[in-house]
Structure formats: C-alpha cells, structure tokens
C-alpha cells in the first residue's frame, strides 16, 4: 500500500541475465504481459534500471535497452522511468557526467527521453522509492507494443518488434560464429600446407637424419594445432546448433507456455469462481444463521433468568428458614416468660405471703 492505493510490483530479469538465455527471458516477459492483458489488466508505467556505476554502457546494455524500447513502443515512454541507481559507488561528479552522457547521446536515452520518458535516480532508501512509484501512480496505464502485436494483432512471437529484434541478433551471432569457423579452417589448411613442412619433406639425403627429426616435431605440431582448431571449431558448431535451436523453439515453446499459462488462468479462474459461490451461499445462509443466534441468545438470556430465579428462590428458602428459627425462639421464649409469669402469679396468692 502506498497514499492509500494498493500498488503491484513486477519484476523481470534482463537479457544480460547468466541464468537464463535471452529468448527465455522474452518469452517469459511476453507471456506475462500478453496474459495480464488478455485479463484486462494494464501497467501504470514501466521503470529501466542502469547502474550510474557502469564505466560504459557497453554491448550487453545496449542490446538489452534496444530489446526494452521494442517491447513498449514508442507510445508508452511517456510512462516510462529510465532510473540509474548505484550512485554511491561512483563520486558526483562522475555520475553526473555519465548521466549527461546517457541523456545527451542518441545510442543511449535520449531518444525514448524525448518521446516523455523521465530520468530519474535513485539513492538506496524508501523514501527515494517511494518517490519514484509515487511518479507513477496517476498514469494512464497504457497497452505495450508486444502486448498490442499479440494480442490485438494475432501475430507470432517472432513477427513482433521485439522478436525481430532477437531473431536479428541471434542471426548475427551465427553469421559471426560461421566466419570463425570458416576463418579456423583456413588456418588449419594453411598450417597443413606450410612451405616449411613442405620444404622439410624434399630435402636430399645428405640431411635426412636432421630434417626427419624436424619435420617429425613440426608434423606433431601440426597435429597439436589441428586438434585444437577441431576443439575449437566443434565449440563453434555447438554454439551454431544452439542459436538455431533457440530461434526456432523461440515461437514453439511460447506458444506451448502460452497455452499452459492460459490453463492455469482458467484453473485459478474456476477456483475463484468457485470460492465466490461459497461466499455467496454464505451470504445467503446469512438470515438464518442470525435468526439462530438470536434464538440462541434468547436462549442463554431465559437460561441467565432461570439461574436468577433459582438463586433468588435459594436466597427466600435461607431467609424463610431464618424467620422460622426466629420466630420459634420467641415462642420459646414467650413460653418461657408465660411459665415464669404463671409462677409468680401462684407466689403472690399463697397464703405465706397473706401472713406475711
């Protein structure tokens, strides 16, 4: 909760990530996003985060920010936050002159900084991301290019910006590597075709015991080198078949995440459904489980009277046994005071007392 609004926040690796390879990670990103959309959900804004610390914003940054702009579009970077963070590793005046260069520089920023995004920093406390979110909050939440391609447009995967993008690079990384691997086979056939081998291999007689012995050592070398370009070129190949692999399973595994992603939806959506109705037959038994409570403090309260009245009829019990006991002492003792009275009286009429 921020100001009194819930707010949901969501976090997503970048293509730099070690972990995972980048058509993973945009898969990833776009199943969320196409998902959430498709439930009529949209983001208040988007934040990119760069390390003010970085000496550069080399290949990796570069490339990870092209395949950022791709995904929103540029009708979203009026909702988008480019946020540097790390400030404390680097002194003033160094950060602010990268942040001059990242603002300044059409390779960096400046373009989606002049379509409405904000360049802001952050520096490591709740307050200053506080701040940030609060930016926020009263955006028109807008639809995203990949959102908008998927889902509105019905294209694939790789038929949106940002799988263009991908594709592009992952082609380039394996034209790149079939030029290492074409560039390692022309060492290793002008290794195998050297003029000192061959000029070892004719020499006359008169010398063949030292030129069998150097062109043995050069023929191992050879065989050393030829192993390690075979090392190396089947690393090449392996890489090759990887990025192949990626750029085709790139379409095939989103679409199958897609629709297990949509299953789980409607299974949670089934079970929300289902929690509703319990609530609502709830709600409706609701009446009669207050007619029974009241019932039941009728109840308890008759129960509280019966008691009262029980104690109360004790308490008259005790108080009539006292009255009883009392009033038999004082007939005891008017008895008592009559047996007495009676004596006198017999006194005063004897005739001692005439005498007397």
Not at 178 to 204: F, I, K, M, N, Y
Not at 218 to 241: H, W
Not at 253 to 275: H, I, P, S, T, Y
């Amino acid at each position: 909760m921020l100001d009194g609004r819930s707010v949901t926040l969501i976090d997503t690796p970048g293509f730099d990530d070690a972990t995972k390879s980048n058509t993973e990670i945009l898969r990833m990103i776009a199943l969320f996003l196409t998902e959430t959309y498709q439930h009529g959900k949209k983001l208040a804004g988007v934040v990119y985060i760069h390390r003010i610390s970085d000496f550069r914003m080399g290949g990796f940054s570069t490339r990870n920010f092209r395949m950022f702009r791709e995904i929103c579009g540029d009708s979203t970077f009026k909702n988008v936050i480019i946020l540097t963070n790390m400030w404390g590793e680097v002194s003033k005046s160094v950060g602010e002159a990268r942040e001059r260069e990242l603002a300044s520089d059409d390779l960096f920023f400046k373009p989606v900084l002049e379509k409405g995004a904000q360049m802001l920093r952050h520096d490591h406390t709740l307050e200053s991301a506080q701040a940030i979110v609060k930016r926020l909050l009263d955006n028109n939440p807008l639809v995203l290019q990949i959102q908008r391609e998927i889902v509105d447009e019905k294209k694939d995967i790789l038929q949106t910006a940002a799988g263009t993008e991908l594709n592009k690079e992952l082609l380039a990384e394996k034209e790149r590597h079939e030029q290492e691997l074409r560039d390692l086979q022309d060492e290793w056939q002008g290794t195998s075709a050297s003029p000192t081998t061959s000029l070892l291999l004719s020499s006359d007689s008169d010398m063949h015991t030292p030129f069998n012995t150097t062109s043995a050592a050069m023929n191992a070398k050879d065989e050393e080198t030829r192993r390690e370009i075979e090392a190396e070129a089947k690393k090449l190949q392996k890489e090759m078949s990887r990025i192949e692999a990626e750029s085709k399973n790139l379409a095939n595994n989103f679409q199958k995440e897609k629709a297990d992603l949509e299953q789980r939806l409607k299974d949670m959506d089934a079970e929300a459904k289902q929690e509703q109705r319990r609530m609502q037959e709830q709600e409706q038994l609701l009446p009669e489980m207050e007619r029974q409570r009241k019932i039941m403090m009728k109840m308890m309260d008759l129960q509280d009277q019966w008691k009262a009245a029980v104690s109360t009829k004790a308490e008259l019990e005790e108080a009539r046994r006292e009255i009883d006991a009392k009033a038999t002492k004082l007939q005891n003792d008017m008895n008592r005071m009559e047996v007495e009275y009676k004596k006198l009286a017999n006194s005063l009429q004897s005739p001692s007392w005439e005498q007397g």
